[in-house]
């Protein structure tokens, strides 16, 4: 029962505030503006000057004979100056309302300098000081109150416009910058794909040349009539084992080069980095590189991008390739704990200097020819990694190979 009654008070609560924010944004809205005319330009300075004037004949009129009557008498708790005086705070309130606190404040100048001296010269009371001092407070108490506050709500009003339209402009340029970041990313992956292309044709080409061969000798073995069923079958297995890894590429290739929207789901980081040497392996047989895999086979899968994360790993296998053009060793070891999991790319190549070190996940830079990068794989693998809630380390001498190590988390919590 006590937390029922809790749970309505906290939301009896929530409803009273609800409202009081509703109503002063109501307030604000409605509110005049404070940049009306200023001065006698505004047809506001003449109402309130001709309510002013009004107020003060009608105080000044001669009114013994009320004054002196009942219930009007200076006996009774309110007079009649006291109910003339009440109406001088439309004048003043309204001067609050259009003009804020200097308009109220000379409103009560006004009232001060018309009451003032007729509570003085005329007034039958016996405090005929502290009454009108009376009124004049309570009307600058509620004037000062209403412009402060009417102020208060405009600028907020204000800042809530300027937060709306920063907003705006934020969402906008958010909006551009994940554009601008598929752009590069695809840019970089066409580069990639142009340095593959070469060593990929050539790997295409000899599984072809070789299903070509077996295609003549069944001609000249059915033309011989020398054709049993085994020779037959041995060609025709070797045809589609080629035909097979053929395809393979291409398909890799097709998949590599397409521009996808990135999409998350469950990822098996060892057949993504499968699928990258797949498309680089040859370019290492060109350079008489051993590749070593070291895959942890009992890897959890993670949440990730599987085109993206294949373009990390592809620009970081050509790059150890392209850092050992005299050959070597590429290792490519996958390992976890119970927070995250680690992909190392390691060569054993020119290695990286300390000056490029600090500068190698700068757009742009590059150490290679011109002809074979621009300095932006790395930049946007960074940038991807990133956006995966990973990061990559670098260790690295020269002269002395390089290891790119990959850290992903095991779990992570897609954020807008």
């Not at 330009?41 to 109402?47: A, D, L, T, Y």
């Not at 013994?64 to 009557?69: E, K, Y």
């Not at 290679?368 to 300095?375: F, Y």
């Not at 956006?387 to 002395?400: A, F, P, Q, W």
């Amino acid at each position: 029962m006590e937390g029922t009654i809790i749970a309505i008070k906290s939301l009896a609560k929530s409803i009273a505030q609800r409202w009081k924010e509703n109503i002063a944004a109501k307030a604000a809205e409605w509110s005049p503006k404070s940049d009306v005319a200023k001065g006698v330009r505004s047809p506001h300075f003449w109402i309130i000057a001709a309510l002013i004037a009004l107020g003060t004949f009608s105080y000044y009129v001669d009114q013994t004979s009320l004054v002196d009557t009942p219930p009007f008498s200076h006996s009774f708790f309110i007079g009649v100056h006291d109910l003339q005086r009440t109406l001088f705070f439309i004048p003043i309130v309204y001067a609050a309302l259009v003009f804020r606190v200097r308009g109220s404040l000379i409103a009560l100048l006004a009232f001060l300098g018309v009451v003032l001296p007729r509570a003085v010269l005329f007034s039958p009371y016996s405090d005929p000081v502290l009454r009108p001092l009376l009124f004049v407070t309570s009307a600058a108490f509620i004037s000062l109150l209403t412009a402060t506050q009417l102020n208060r709500l405009e600028k907020e009003r204000e800042a809530r416009a300027e937060l709306s339209a920063a907003y705006q402009e934020l969402s906008e340029y958010d909006r551009r910058l994940r554009e601008s970041q598929e752009q590069l990313i695809q840019a970089e992956k066409l580069t990639s794909l142009g340095q593959l292309a070469a060593s990929i044709a050539h790997e295409i080409n000899n599984p072809l040349s070789g299903v070509l061969a077996y295609t003549q000798l069944l001609v000249k073995k059915v033309k011989s009539d020398k054709l049993s069923k085994e020779i037959a079958i041995d060609y025709l297995s070797k045809m589609e084992s080629e035909l097979t890894r053929s395809t393979k590429l291409v398909r890799n290739l097709l998949d590599f080069a397409r521009q996808s929207p990135p999409t998350l789901s469950e990822v098996d980081i060892n057949n993504v980095i499968d699928r990258a040497l797949d498309l680089a392996t040859h370019s290492a047989e060109l350079q008489h590189i051993q590749v070593v895999k070291k895959l942890d086979h009992s890897l959890p899968k993670v949440m990730a991008d599987a085109d993206q994360l294949q373009q990390v790993y592809t620009n970081l296998i050509l790059n150890a390739i392209q850092a050992m053009p005299e050959g070597g060793r590429l290792t490519l070891r996958t390992s976890t704990d119970d927070t995250q999991l680690k992909v190392e790319v390691q060569d054993t190549g020119c290695g990286i200097s300390a000056d490029n070190m600090r500068k190698l996940f700068t757009p742009f830079f590059t150490t290679k020819p011109e002809v074979k990068g621009v300095g932006l794989g790395l930049a946007v693998a960074h940038g991807i990694i990133q956006r995966h809630h990973g990061r990559i380390e670098v260790r690295s001498k020269e002269g002395e190979g390089a290891t790119f190590t990959i850290y992903l988390p095991l779990h992570h919590e897609e954020k807008g």
